[in-house]
Structure formats: structure tokens, C-alpha cells
């Protein structure tokens, strides 16, 4: 077994690159484990299983900018409101390349804290659930299929799933604000000829979109493809899924 120690990793949420700003995540599941042991049971208890739930947190440095729309401090301090989703992506090997692992969620957050020493560095903090929302499903592990700048249009690196399957679960990180960026997700049979799987359109700058389908078929071969609107120069993270079966 080879242990892997943590240097880099890449933290989006809903379109910032907080990786500059965050020095920690958790990410925790627990699932109820319910005593369903009678009267006639004999010997062993009898436990059925409940819900079960996961919970992403983390620290980091606190960064504030009363003019900025976009500062990380207004990102946590307006998610406390039903409709307040937001969307998480986490590549925890070294950073993001295509074929690693991505964490995907929409999280609900539960908890933002400030905490301030004297002499020290401020820190913030948040904790927060994957939950389905209207639109939106709660949580998925897959792997990046692109995360780079682009200047017009550029296709991604092809990814052999080394199979087709059935269902999806996408996200698309467009991180850097000088504009919007069309994104698309396409499959193919044969890694040469290929289809749109997914339109996402024109991502706005420092904005993020989620796909997710159940039903679907995916084929083997995948890819990202972007391009970057009207000259402007986009960082774009795009993470998929397959066999997502909700």
C-alpha cells in the first residue's frame, strides 16, 4: 500500500478557486444504523439501516473586500438562505488532472465562522451538507475531464471509460472572470468520432453549472470541450461521472 501525503489540491465553489484561501477540507458520511430487535429474537440484535448523510467542512484564511462582489467572506456570509446552494468541486491528488479523483457535491451550508486572535492569522471556517435540491442532486465521486486556461476553443483529453454505462453526473467550474465560456461534454464509440452528451452553454465568468441523468447511455470514450467567448481567456474545470444512478 502506498500512502499519500498532501501537498496541492484544488478547491471550487461555484465558479472561485478558493485553493489560494482554504488550508483544509473534511469530508465525513454517516448512515443510522436502527435497533429493530423484538421480543422473539433469540441471541443477536436485530438492526435495520436508516438515512444516512455526508458533511464537507473546511479552514481557511479569511479575505474580505467591501467592494468586490465576488470576495470569498461574501460567498459564505450569503449562503444562509433556503435557495443559498452551492456548488463544490474538490480534486484532492495534487491538484486536477484529467483521470483523477473529483469530488462533486451541492452543498446547503450549515456554518460560517470567523475566528480572530490577537497576534494571529484570522481564519475562517464552514461546514455544510450535500443536499438535492429543486434542480440540483447532492453528491457524487468521479474524475476531471479538463481543468486549464483557454484562449478560444480548445478539446479536452480523451478519457477511456473502458466500457459504456449508463447515467451521468457533471460540473463546470468557469474560475476566472473575464467572461463567459461555452462548455460541452461529448462521448463517443470509437474516440473519433463524437456526439454532444452535454450542453452546459455559456458558463458565466466565475459561475458554475451541474448536469446529472439516470437514464442516459454514455459512451465509452469522453471528453470536455470548451471555448472561450468573444477572445477572452476562461480557466475551466469540468468533472464527470458516469454510472451516476442518482
Partial sequence: IMAEVQTRAVLLINGFDLSGFFKSI???????????????????????????????????????NETDAFSV?????????????RLFSFGMQGGITVGDIAVMANLMQSQYAIK??????????????????????????????M???????????TVD?????????AHVHNTNSDGPATVKIQHSVDGSTWADLIDFGAVASVGAEQAVNTATTVNRYRRAITT???????????????????
Wanted: proline share 2%; net charge negative.
Fill in 26 to 64: 473534511d469530508e465525513s458520511a454517516t448512515q443510522d444504523i436502527l435497533d429493530a430487535t423484538t421480543f422473539d429474537t433469540d441471541g443477536a440484535k436485530d438492526f435495520k439501516v436508516g438515512g444516512h448523510e455526508r458533511e464537507i467542512s473546511g479552514e481557511g484564511f479569511f479575505s474580505y
Fill in 147 to 157: 481543468s486549464q486556461t483557454v484562449t478560444g476553443a480548445v478539446n479536452g483529453t
Fill in 116 to 145: 480572530e486572535v490577537v497576534n494571529d492569522l484570522i481564519m475562517a471556517t464552514f461546514a455544510a451538507k450535500p443536499t438535492k435540491g429543486a434542480t440540483q442532486s447532492g453528491y457524487a465521486r468521479g474524475i476531471w475531464l
Fill in 73 to 85: 467572506d461574501k460567498l459564505f456570509s450569503d449562503a444562509f438562505s433556503p435557495s443559498a446552494e
Fill in 228 to 246: 472561450a467567448i468573444g477572445g477572452t481567456t476562461n480557466k475551466v474545470s469540468v468533472a464527470f461521472k458516469s454510472a451516476y444512478s442518482g
Fill in 161 to 169: 471509460n473502458g466500457a459504456s454505462s449508463v447515467g451521468y453526473f
